[in-house]
């Protein structure tokens, strides 16, 4: 059972908790993490989910993703997320998330981190991760034009968001 912290709109905690599965009751906002990773030859690493997971299932995917359980901060459950889906540690102490998006359910926070890796260092999560791969930007274009990818409103812009410091969408 997966147990999520109620947020509301100014992102505080409420104090209330979520069952994950349960119906969210108009006002309950959670917390989401988003993880991109790029190699140091500047490929983005993306997964391709589980054909019977739920929501955007054999889609390919951001590196790793999920939400945030119940006295998780964001960071705490980006690198968590990392660990459970790809079976790499990565250390998000010396950064913070790139950007948050609101959504209707609660709050997108994407990291954006650079870490030297070889696709023989993951171990993939069987229940949820299906491959992984590295793209650079004209591989991920394909994918999204093919239908492939989950449409992201950034996926044309992921690769300069790695380096930018101030955001404009």
């Given amino acids: 059972m997966e147990e ?10 409420t104090g209330k908790t979520h069952i994950r599965g349960e119906k969210l009751a ?3 906002l959670h917390l989401v993490v988003h993880i991109c990773i790029f190699n140091e030859k500047g490929q983005l690493l993306i997964q391709k989910r589980q054909k019977d997971k739920e929501g955007w299932p ?13 006295g998780e901060t964001s960071l705490q459950a980006a690198e968590r997320e990392v660990q459970e889906e790809l079976g790499i540690t990565i250390d998000l102490s010396k950064t913070r998330a790139k950007f948050s998006y609101h959504f209707e359910a609660g709050f997108d926070d994407y990291w954006f981190i650079t870490q030297d890796l070889e696709l023989s260092d993951l171990t993939l999560q069987e229940e949820e991760v299906a491959d992984a791969r ?6 991920l274009e394909v994918l ?26």
């Fill in 26 to 28: 108009p006002g309950e």
């Fill in 58 to 70: 054999n889609y390919w995917d951001l590196s790793a993703a999920g939400s945030a359980l119940k």
């Fill in 4 to 13: 999520w912290d109620l947020l509301n709109e100014n992102r505080e905690l």
């Fill in 144 to 169: 999204k034009n093919a239908g492939e990818f989950i449409p992201y409103f950034f996926l044309n812009q992921v690769f300069e968001l790695k380096n930018a410091t101030s955001i404009h969408f």
């Fill in 134 to 139: 590295f793209v650079t930007k004209e591989e």
